[in-house]
């Protein structure tokens, strides 16, 4: 009965030690990207030897991979789903773009990781982890828009990026632009909220047939 009970606890304990692993990574990929990060850093994080990691991961690029896979698994999934192209795109894009801000802030490491990606890895990881589809989603809404006439004419791509980066620069840079609201912390609930509806503001003002 107690080897059973060992045998049954195994895989629970292995999913949690995982789990503080990715969580320790996590923290260390958004302090200092894929090349600065150092697998001792997260271990003395975790409790756990170098070889555990390795044990589980393979390497730091595969521990990096599953970190982004697991930063990036929701986004992704929100992004393929076949909702987005029906109805009213105004409406979509909208709600696309609260779901997505609602994800960007309840985990403030995804911009530094990401802008790290950029830097370091010139986004051979971004690419493969799928989250360009949250572009190309926006882009086919974008475009079934411009049909309608509710959109006026853009480059779809184009204006998909814009679109993300009026949402994300303010958890990118929220170190730098802080000292704008020094009385408040710039990811409460209150503050988020705020940046929301102004992101939603003008990105659908400025889209807009008028």
Same mark, same amino acid.
């Given at each position: 009965?107690?080897v059973?009970?060992?045998?049954?606890?195994?895989?629970?304990?292995?999913?949690?030690?995982?789990?503080?692993?990715?969580?320790?990574?996590?923290?260390?990929?958004?302090?200092?990207?894929?090349?600065?990060?150092?697998?001792?850093?997260?271990?003395?994080?975790?409790?756990?030897?170098?070889?555990?990691?390795?044990?589980?991961?393979?390497?730091?690029?595969?521990?990096?991979?599953?970190?982004?896979?697991?930063?990036?698994?929701? *986004?992704?999934?929100?992004?393929?789903?076949?909702?987005?192209?029906?109805?009213?795109?105004?409406?979509?894009?909208?709600?696309?773009?609260?779901?997505f801000?609602?994800?960007?802030?309840?985990?403030?490491?995804?911009?530094?990781?990401?802008?790290?990606?950029?830097?370091?890895?010139?986004?051979?990881?971004?690419?493969?982890?799928?989250?360009?589809?949250l572009?190309?989603?926006?882009?086919?809404?974008?475009?079934?828009?411009?049909?309608?006439r509710?959109?006026?004419?853009v480059?779809?791509? *184009?204006?998909?990026?814009?679109?993300?980066?009026?949402?994300?620069?303010?958890?990118?840079?929220?170190e730098?632009?802080?000292?704008?609201?020094?009385?408040?912390?710039?990811?409460?609930?209150?503050?988020?909220?705020? *940046?929301?509806?102004?992101?939603?503001?003008?990105?659908m003002?400025?889209?807009?047939?008028?």
């Amino acid at each position: 009965m107690k080897v059973k009970l060992k045998t049954a606890a195994q895989p629970r304990d292995a999913e949690a030690t995982k789990a503080r692993i990715l969580d320790a990574a996590e923290e260390e990929f958004a302090m200092a990207g894929l090349s600065g990060a150092r697998t001792e850093s997260i271990a003395a994080k975790t409790g756990v030897t170098k070889a555990m990691i390795y044990y589980y991961y393979e390497s730091k690029e595969r521990l990096y991979e599953a970190v982004l896979e697991r930063c990036f698994a929701e *986004h992704v999934k929100e992004a393929t789903d076949p909702v987005w192209l029906t109805g009213d795109p105004a409406v979509m894009l909208e709600r696309f773009i609260r779901q997505f801000l609602q994800r960007a802030a309840e985990n403030p490491n995804i911009p530094s990781i990401v802008a790290y990606e950029a830097m370091q890895n010139k986004g051979k990881y971004y690419k493969q982890v799928g989250i360009i589809s949250l572009y190309r989603t926006i882009a086919s809404i974008l475009e079934s828009g411009m049909e309608t006439r509710i959109f006026r004419a853009v480059d779809p791509y *184009h204006a998909a990026v814009t679109v993300v980066g009026a949402c994300v620069f303010y958890f990118c840079s929220r170190e730098n632009i802080k000292s704008l609201w020094p009385d408040k912390d710039i990811l409460s609930p209150e503050m988020v909220n705020a *940046h929301m509806d102004e992101a939603i503001r003008m990105i659908m003002n400025g889209l807009r047939v008028m």
